[in-house]
């Protein structure tokens, strides 16, 4: 579950600020899950410049929304730019990989189960 800032564990209803989920921190991946549930997960990110995720595949399918800066997402081979306030859908079993272009902050919103 996320964490405020005072470091104790935000509640259900509690408004919290998307850029100030995850923090940069200089050569590094930051990661904090917000929420986790039987049917999904929801992470945010924050990538220093050049730092990333090498190629993987996943079961089920990934949104992620850009909240600051700017990355190179590859999907199946074809890369894509996505940047502040754009999104993209990551789909299962598509081998993905993700490069910041510059500092980077997204939230990652990962759907698992059947076909609608």
Known sequence: MAKRKDGKA???GEI???PDLAEYQEGAVVSREVLRKKTGTVTAFAFDKSQ???EHTAPFDALVIVLDGAAEIT????PRRVVKNEMIIMPAGVPHALKAVK???MLLVMIRGGEA
């Not at 999907?75 to 074809?78: A, E, F, N, T, V």
Request: avoid cysteine; aromatic fraction near 6%; glycine fraction near 18%.
């Open 10 to 12: 935000a509640k259900a």
């Open 16 to 18: 919290m600020k998307l």
């Open 103 to 105: 500092r980077f902050k």
């Open 52 to 54: 990333g995720l090498s």
């Open 75 to 78: 999907i199946g081979g074809k």
